[in-house]
Structure formats: structure tokens, C-alpha cells
């Protein structure tokens, strides 16, 4: 932010401080407290905050070696890099967060209150989507519809997604449909972080 000469920030930036606090505290409440541990976070993917032009960002690796727990500290320094000095003030940043299965089984149409196309919708138009373990939801025909409708409108308009799982974009066409997997492969080209190590559920969060 920009200060004056007095190291007194100006009203403007006074006020950005303090909704980036506010708006961070309150993200910090939604992560589940197993995550909550500070987290290193890779290379790539703190080079891709930090040159964010719309792409999306897919986190793959084997079962335990810490992707969620990543990708939640990462949607974190994501939302607080859109408090930078010198940036035109649009706004809170809307950041949406979903496990799969939970998010299949908001949208099938047999789901409770029948708001799966608000759902829709609603993911559609937020300014970062988080869907953790993709390949862990079984998909329907109904499903994989509104997954296009969601996807190819973050897809057009370049919405970043922030996706984990555990096999690449281009193998999930059983889960997604050959639609979605398509633009998800074009969205994470040049983003797709392979996560390595041992299984973290051993003696920490995963």
C-alpha cells in the first residue's frame, strides 16, 4: 500500500488494510482446522499467484502428500495477493470452496431445496473456485451438464479454478465428461503441480 511521508496510510489505503484483514480473518475461519497450519508452499504454485493472468491451477500427487491442505493456504495467498499496492480497488473477491461429492450431489436434480442451476450460477460468476479430490465424485449424465455449464463459462471468461486430484486433467473424462476435461487440460496447461512426498495422514494433515 501506498503511505505517506508520515508512515500514516492515506484514507483510501486505510480502509484497503483493513477490509484485507477483514476479508482474510474471514476466510481463515472457513478452512477446516486440520489445514489450518501454516503451509510452504511450492515454486510453481507461488509463482503462479504472483503472475495470475487468468489461468487456472490443477494440483495432482498421490493420496496423503498434502494437496488440500495446499490448495486451501493457496486460495489464501491468492485472496490476500488481490489487495496489491497500486491495484484499481474492485471490490471483495469472492472465493467459493467445494469437495466433489458434496458439490455432485448439490447438483443433481434430485437434491434437496432444487438449487442445483442457482448453484451453478452462483460458481459460475465468483472470482475463485476451489474443488478439492475431482476424481473422487461419481458423475451422471445430469451431473456432467451442469459441470459443462460451470466450466465452460470460468472457461470463456478466464476465471481461475483451482482444482485437486489425483490423476491429470486429460485422464478425468469418466468423472467430467470429455467437455469439461478438454478445457480444464487448456485452463492448467501451463499450471500442473505435482505434489511429492509420503503419505502426510501418517502424523499430519493431508
Known amino acids: 500500500m501506498h503511505f505517506s511521508s508520515a508512515d500514516t496510510p492515506s484514507p483510501r489505503d486505510g480502509v484497503l488494510i483493513e477490509r484485507r484483514a477483514h476479508v482474510l480473518n474471514r476466510f481463515d475461519d472457513r478452512i477446516p482446522v486440520i489445514y489450518r497450519q501454516p503451509i510452504d508452499l511450492h515454486e510453481d504454485i507461488a509463482n503462479w499467484i504472483a503472475g495470475w493472468g487468468g489461468g487456472s491451477l490443477f494440483l495432482t500427487g498421490s493420496i496423503g502428500v498434502g494437496k488440500t491442505h495446499t490448495a486451501w493456504h493457496t486460495c489464501r495467498r491468492w485472496l490476500q495477493a488481490q489487495y496489491a499496492p497500486g491495484e484499481p480497488w474492485q471490490g471483495s473477491p469472492l472465493v467459493k470452496t467445494y469437495r466433489s461429492t458434496a458439490l455432485f450431489d448439490a447438483l443433481r436434480p434430485d437434491?434437496?431445496?432444487?438449487?442445483?442451476?442457482?448453484?451453478?450460477?452462483?460458481?459460475?460468476?465468483?472470482?475463485?473456485?476451489?474443488?478439492?479430490?475431482?476424481?473422487?465424485?461419481?458423475?451422471?449424465?445430469?451431473?456432467?451438464?451442469?459441470?459443462?455449464?460451470?466450466?465452460?463459462?470460468?472457461?470463456?471468461?478466464?476465471?481461475?479454478?483451482?482444482?485437486?486430484?489425483?490423476?491429470?486433467?486429460?485422464?478425468?473424462?469418466?468423472?467430467?465428461?470429455?467437455?469439461?476435461?478438454?478445457?480444464?487440460?487448456?485452463?492448467?496447461?501451463?499450471?500442473?503441480?505435482?505434489?511429492?512426498?509420503?503419505?502426510?495422514?501418517?502424523?499430519?494433515?493431508?
Open 111 to 206: 437434491a434437496p431445496g432444487g438449487e442445483g442451476r442457482s448453484l451453478v450460477h452462483e460458481l459460475q460468476e465468483c472470482d475463485l473456485l476451489f474443488i478439492d479430490d475431482l476424481a473422487a465424485a461419481k458423475a451422471s449424465t445430469w451431473t456432467q451438464e451442469r459441470l459443462f455449464e460451470l466450466f465452460d463459462e470460468r472457461y470463456i471468461n478466464r476465471r481461475p479454478v483451482i482444482i485437486t486430484c489425483d490423476v491429470l486433467p486429460n485422464e478425468l473424462s469418466e468423472v467430467t465428461g470429455p467437455r469439461v476435461a478438454s478445457r480444464l487440460a487448456e485452463m492448467c496447461r501451463n499450471s500442473v503441480v505435482l505434489l511429492e512426498g509420503d503419505d502426510r495422514r501418517t502424523g499430519a494433515a493431508a
